[in-house]
């Protein structure tokens, strides 16, 4: 089932935003929600302003049975159904509508952490590559929450070194059955699970290795469960080891092909790193709310805290980061939607080719994931300066949402680890001709030995120019880092993380700030009256941006050259990072007073 009809959005290639221009009709923004996806929205934000809210105390506490009860009532209301095919009990919505359940639903992390695992790395494995006989059996479970789901990748040794685990798994001589030993940590929802999908290298009779992944009820014999691990933050959700000691389980039960488990684990992990965004979204937005009204409410110096500068920063300053993570979100799922949109002109998507074309933009789900993790840490310490010493007491949700946060930096690969995939992934598809990146290179490097030019690459006619002017800029700067690095290093640049974390984070922050410039002409354009917000937000976005993005390039032209070479490079990048820098104490006011007023996240 889609809510979407037919549209202009493009289905542009996973990382192409790097090398080609979009206009604000052809990205999808939150403000093009359609009449469904609106009561979507709008249910979602009900539920959890009414169950999840009121039973904080309880699920932080795990009072037996309480997280497994919130996840049924969200069941009954179809959020953990979104994903699975009709067939099985699923509603099979569109890539927006599901983002829209994640993103509004994350008010408590422990929930959405639990929730996100369910509906997502516990469920598409089997979505993707179950048998029908394994479809059939175990997804209406997993629909209903009858069953919750859980993970088994990592292990003690092997966290983002996932393809090194030590897990076993051998078959019988007969053939009926494969008997797995080993343990896995750090599994969610461990402790509530009815079903673990568990990775394992099948030893086969020559020693060869091969790896894979299984389907394991919760009551086969020699499964156990360890004790519930103490945590940091989310306190709610179930954190436990998983120990398989002599697990016979039958032979039908392998998911997938022998030896294919690492195309499992990597594809599904994608949109876990694309819902965990949209959760950062979430719960930026709620952490935001309490900022702007303590900001208010609280009085010093004879007035409301709000009309200080300061505070006025660190509001408008976790408001612009929330608009580009939300807008990345957003931009993201409809390319999907569009592309599978393509597909069923002629026929209903597959599996497999749902799973392509999230596959697609896992370049665009690794930025999001680094940048939303990354913005609901700031938003939430910048919570907790706000509300100063209350907001380091366990009284207020200030200390909660700060705890809670850090472990998005950590799950569905580290942030370190993330960096490296979209770097390596650009590189990688340049070198096999997916991505014309090669060329566009050799342009920004002919341009650069031609002299200076006045043509800045935006319209001086349209709205937010200064802004566009940046994004051009910063999309210069980023080719000329990526062709200075690969003359220098070659094959061997992937050795240099250093370098390929500088440039993922000048490739994330275009995409970043051309989600929101992209978003806020749309606004513009159709008269929205959070548009000279939208607008404010992304000047603050724009000046933050190009100078992470020069302070990166100086780095990486600093470890490929010396000299002479290395005077004439930092030239070259003082004329392409040249721009006039925007009024961020007006901007900063206006989008604090915007917010203010409506006494939460403006836009």
Sequence with gaps: MSTHTESPIVAAPGGSFLIESRIPAEIFTHEDLNEEQQQVAATAARFAREEIQPAIEAIEAKQPGVMIGVLRKAADLGFTAVDIPEEYGGLNLDKVSSILITDHISTLASFSTAF???????????????TEEQKQRYLPKLATCEWIGAYGLSEASSGSDAMHIRTRAVLSADGSHYTLNGEKQWITNCGIAGLYTVFAKIIEPD??????????????????????EHKLGIHGSST?????????????????????????????????????????VGGARFALTHMVRYAKERHAFGKSIAEFGMIQRKISMSVARLFAAESMVYRTAGMMDARLEQIGSDHAPTEQETRTTVEEYAIECSIMKVYGSEMLSFVTDELVATMGGYGYVEEYPAERLYRDARINRIFEGTNEINRLIVSGWIMKRAMKGQLPVMAAIKRVMDEIMEPPSFDNGADGDLPLTREATVVAAMKKIALFMAGVASQRFMKALENEQEIMADLADTISQIFALESALLRARKMNDSGKASAPVAAAITGLLADESIALAEQAARRVLVACAEGDALQMQLAILRRLARFTPGDAVAFSRAATAAAVAAERYPI
Excluded: M, Q
């Design 207 to 228: 020693g060869s290795e091969k790896f894979s992944a299984f389907l394991i009820e919760r009551d086969t014999p020699g499964l156990s469960v360890g004790n519930e």
């Design 116 to 130: 996100g695992a369910h509906i997502g790395i516990a469920s598409l494995p089997l979505i993707w590559y179950g």
């Design 240 to 280: 436990c080891p998983l120990v398989l000691t002599d697990c016979k389980i039958p032979a039908a039960n392998l998911l997938g092909e022998a030896g294919k488990g690492h195309h499992i684990a990597f594809n599904v992990l994608n949109v876990g790193r694309f819902k965990l965004c949209s959760a950062c």
